[in-house]
T-cell receptor, first 120, second 113 residues
Framework: AQKVTQAQTEISVVEKEDVTLDCVYE???????LFWYKQPPSGELVFLIR??????QNEISGRYSWNFQKSTSSFNFTITASQVVDSAVYFC?????????????????FGKGTKLSVKP | KAGVTQTPRYLIKTRGQQVTLSCSPI?????VSWYQQTPGQGLQFLFE???????NKGNFPGRFSGRQFSNSRSEMNVSTLELGDSALYLC????????????FGQGTRLTVV
């Protein structure tokens, strides 16, 4: 079975602190994709990053960085020098490849999300 | 370029009624997926459509159905509403099912009373 676990339900930090959001996944597929989405209070999910299972290179985008480790089935997300605007719920997701219909990847399996509050 | 548009944004229905939600994908996108978000269950996949065909379906009862039109717009329908159907329903569009970058709409907040 495929599963995504975000053990941290809520995190509160003070502005300019670094914060890491944890994500652990389970899948039997050899080819899969991992994602992070941000959900601000307005409700829409904002795409942050996609990583495929064959690319374990870490990625940095501005203040955001991601650490993908297949050995521990983890795909952690770090925000450096957090800002109040980073306050949101963050979701880690796994593509449902191999779930039928020719490996369609429109089916995302989400973790429960981590609510990040950044205080000024 | 317009984003994913979901209508209506808010809806209040009574138990036993049925409801239809609409999603207009980004222009040129042909794949549409639907998700239900509740505080208890989180985000759960409902179904995925591509070129008017349902490609994948989540673990929801038959009261939940959907369809996609030739212009890629999609609707989902929930019949015989239950209190537990109260949720934020999110639609996501992508160019096609192989493109795993999906863009989400702001959702329809359904309240069943």
């Amino acid at each position: 079975a495929q599963k995504v676990t975000q053990a941290q339900t809520e995190i509160s930090v003070v502005e300019k602190e670094d914060v890491t959001l944890d994500c652990v996944y389970e899948t039997r597929d050899t080819t899969y994709y991992l994602f992070w989405y941000k959900q601000p209070p307005s409700g829409e999910l904002v795409f942050l990053i996609r990583r495929n299972s064959f690319d374990e290179q870490n990625e940095i985008s501005g203040r955001y960085s991601w650490n993908f480790q297949k050995s521990t089935s983890s795909f952690n997300f770090t925000i450096t020098a957090s800002q109040v605007v980073d306050s949101a719920v963050y979701f880690c997701a796994l593509s449902g490849a191999g779930s039928g219909y020719g490996g369609s990847q429109g089916n995302l399996i989400f973790g429960k999300g981590t609510k990040l509050s950044v205080k000024p | 370029k317009a984003g994913v548009t979901q209508t209506p944004r808010y809806l209040i229905k009574t138990r036993g009624q049925q409801v239809t939600l609409s999603c207009s994908p980004i222009s040129g996108h042909r794949s549409v997926s639907w998700y239900q978000q509740t505080p208890g269950q989180g985000l759960q996949f409902l179904f995925e459509y591509f070129s008017e065909t349902q490609r994948n379906k989540g673990n929801f009862p038959g009261r939940f159905s959907g369809r996609q039109f030739s212009n890629s717009r999609s609707e989902m329908n929930v019949s015989t509403l239950e209190l537990g159907d109260s949720a934020l329903y999110l639609c996501a569009s992508s160019l096609d099912p192989r493109r795993t970058e999906a863009f989400f709409g702001q959702g329809t907040r359904l309240t069943v009373v």
